[in-house]
């Protein structure tokens, strides 16, 4: 990520200025974690107690202000995603998001044209994150030089901005579904334009702006789907099931956690509720589970499967095995 630390700096001393805050708590992205001595250093020496978190923060529906409040501090400042308006954190947040300013080489707009075309598609969608979205208006206009007729749709649920996607969200892309044969997704990798694709089932091609790269991610998505659908069997038959809850602000839903519950009650089968800040192979050290069942990010259950050593299925998917309706899976969207 490249990213002017000047210029953060001097956004951070405002918002506290502003605030009046003496101590505040910084989330950094992954990708700005080396420069966290220099940022809280400067944010310090400008008479703030800067204290820069570097435990790994994938999206802002990972705020831990409860963190904060132990520490001591008094505002929030969250880098790097934008604000979800569907969740309320009862603490004092600030968003800085990251919006890359990147050109688009009119060349590389001209070869994903002429893909599009001679894939057969008229109409496209187009979806990116929040760090690519200044590109949005640019990318349509050059797409509609070269014919294609171009959609970028409205955003609803966690997800604050138009044609914006999340990992959990893709209520843009799901707003034009009618009106387009394909989707274009305008980013770097191919998380997001996945999870489009699982949710929707119409080609998506992933564009990186920079390299001009053209990545159809069909293959990936059907190979999630496999996935999907052997764990839930492996799950309709499992005794033994773990209930794994996550605390995150925007990961924990206490309704679907009941649901679950419940179903298992109902099934007969046996459970345990474990709580995991982050989700990962410390499960794999567990004895006499079957089957994980993640109350939390659904992209731990879809991506990082392979990490874990039993079947890990989100609390829908085990709703649906354990009546075996295998064929009723839907993308997990989050509200
Ligand atoms: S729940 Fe998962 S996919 Fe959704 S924003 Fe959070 S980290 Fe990203």
């Known amino acids: ?25 910084i989330q950094v992205p992954e990708g700005l974690t080396h420069l966290a001595h220099e940022l809280s250093r400067r944010i310090i020496m400008e008479g703030v107690e800067g204290i820069v978190s570097v435990d790994p923060c994938f999206g802002a529906c990972d705020i831990p202000y409860w963190k904060a409040k132990e520490l001591g501090c008094d505002l929030i400042i969250h880098i790097g995603h934008a604000p979800m308006p569907t969740i309320k954190i009862p603490f004092d947040v600030e968003f800085i998001e990251v919006f890359y300013e990147v050109k688009v080489r009119e060349d590389l707009i001209e070869e994903l044209s002429k893909k599009i075309l001679s894939m057969g598609f008229k109409s ?28 970028i749709g409205k955003s609803s649920g966690r997800a604050l901005y138009d044609g914006q996607v999340l990992g959990c969200n893709v209520s843009s892309a799901k707003s034009i579904s009618e009106k387009v044969d394909a989707y274009i997704f305008i980013g770097d990798g191919t998380f997001h334009p996945v999870a489009v694709y699982l949710a929707i089932g119409k080609p998506v091609l992933a564009f990186n702006p920079i390299t001009g790269e053209i990545k159809d991610v069909r293959d990936l998505g059907e190979r999630v789907l496999r996935v999907r659908l052997a764990h839930m069997m492996k799950a309709s038959e499992a005794r033994s099931f773990s209930v794994v809850v996550t605390s995150k602000v925007g990961q924990y839903n206490e309704e679907l956690l009941r649901t679950v519950v419940n179903a298992l009650k109902k099934f007969n089968r046996e459970y345990s509720i474990i709580h995991l800040e982050n989700i990962g192979e410390v499960l794999n050290y567990m004895k006499n589970v079957d089957v994980f069942v993640i109350i939390g990010c659904p992209r731990i259950v879809y991506d990082d499967y392979l990490k874990f050593k039993r079947p890990i299925i989100t609390g829908t998917e085990l709703l649906l095995s354990l009546s075996r309706k295998f064929k009723d899976w839907k993308f997990m969207e989050m509200p």
Not at 3 to 12: A, S
Not at 140 to 150: A, F
């Open 124 to 151: 496209v969608g187009l979806v990116t994150t929040v760090q690519y979205l200044k590109l949005l208006a640019y990318v349509r206009t050059l797409l509609e030089k070269h014919g294609l007729k171009v959609f």
């Open 1 to 25: 990520m490249l990213v002017d630390l000047d210029e953060i700096t001097k956004r951070i001393i405002k918002i506290c200025n502003k605030k009046s805050s003496r101590r505040c708590f």
